[in-house]
């Protein structure tokens, strides 16, 4: 995929992990107007004099449509009973431009992919660069990573070499580089594959990994590098995250996201929260 700016991404990928149906809005929605005897829902109908059981919350979560949800969505715009559903979506593959705009959305529930942890393998791969003086080999070995969400093989170079140029200079500047970005194990493996970059990455690899190595090397990527994560929203929250994200409006990549997680989002939920377009 190609932005207006000429230059190629790929685009993120969207699985609905889980979803709790609407059918515990509609019982919300019936408390407030205590109305169950109206719903098309036999479930629905039940509560009205006793408590569910378990075979009855089932009947619930798997009710597809309702008529009040649907009224109150649309004609009386009385949002706050979407609420009570909730979907969880895995991410992969976007960017960490897009986790920035994301964090606007207060309502959500976020986790993801931590670049304290997660950095090992291009602190590595710069850390063997280093035995041969060899630039190449950081920027080969890394390009094979598949970190940015940019598909142009020469622009990525060009991003590699930049993390190789602060790390060098990060390495040029601190007397304990080694101590910052591999574990102590580890150190071992310096001299004994000294001029073998394949071998001492390798070695660094199968080796133990260095605890929040990404405290000290934060600031070598950009906002280009790709990152996963599971998102939470409730139906509400979802409504007003792609009515504003799937919009020309938007940031193109997170509109590319929501653009993604709207085709995963079953029609129950659209149905809800996006206003139908004319035929």
């Known amino acids: 995929m190609e932005d207006m700016y ?5 685009k993120p990928e969207v699985v609905l992990m889980q979803e709790t149906g ?5 019982a919300a929605a019936r408390t407030c107007y205590d109305s169950f005897e109206n ?12 408590l569910p059981n378990d075979a009855t919350c089932k009947d619930i979560n798997s009710i597809e449509d309702s008529n009040l949800l649907d009224d109150l969505a649309w004609t009386y715009f009385h949002h706050s009973i979407l609420e009570h559903a909730n979907l969880s979506f895995l991410v992969r593959g976007t960017s ?13 529930a976020i986790s993801v992919r931590s670049t304290r942890y997660t950095m090992s ?22 390009l094979g990573f598949d970190m940015f969400v940019t598909a142009d093989m020469e622009y990525n170079k060009i991003e590699i070499g930049a993390i190789y140029d602060k790390l060098k200079y990060q390495s040029s500047v601190v007397d304990n580089f080694h101590e910052l970005s591999i574990a102590k194990s580890s150190l071992g493996f310096l001299d004994e594959f000294k001029g073998n970059p394949q071998k001492l990455f390798e070695a660094l ?3 133990k990994k260095k605890r929040n190595v990404g405290d000290a090397f934060k600031h070598i990527i950009s906002d280009n590098v790709k990152v996963d994560m599971v998102v939470t ?6 409504k007003n995250y792609l009515t504003l994200r799937d919009s020309g409006a938007a940031f193109f990549q997170i509109r590319w996201l929501a653009q993604e997680m709207m085709r995963v989002t079953p029609s129950k939920y659209l149905d ?3 206003k139908k377009k004319a035929d």
């Open 121 to 142: 393998s291009v602190i590595n791969a710069f850390t063997a660069s280093q035995t041969a003086d060899d630039k190449d080999f950081f920027v080969d070995k890394v």
């Open 205 to 207: 690899e199968a080796g």
């Open 22 to 26: 609407i059918g515990v809005a509609e």
């Open 272 to 274: 809800l929260i996006i």
């Open 233 to 238: 929203f409730n139906l509400r929250s979802l």
């Open 6 to 10: 000429g230059i190629k991404y790929s």
């Open 96 to 108: 960490r431009g897009v986790l920035q705009e994301h964090a606007r959305h207060r309502m959500q």
């Open 39 to 50: 719903s098309e829902n036999e479930s629905i109908k039940f509560i009205e004099n006793n």
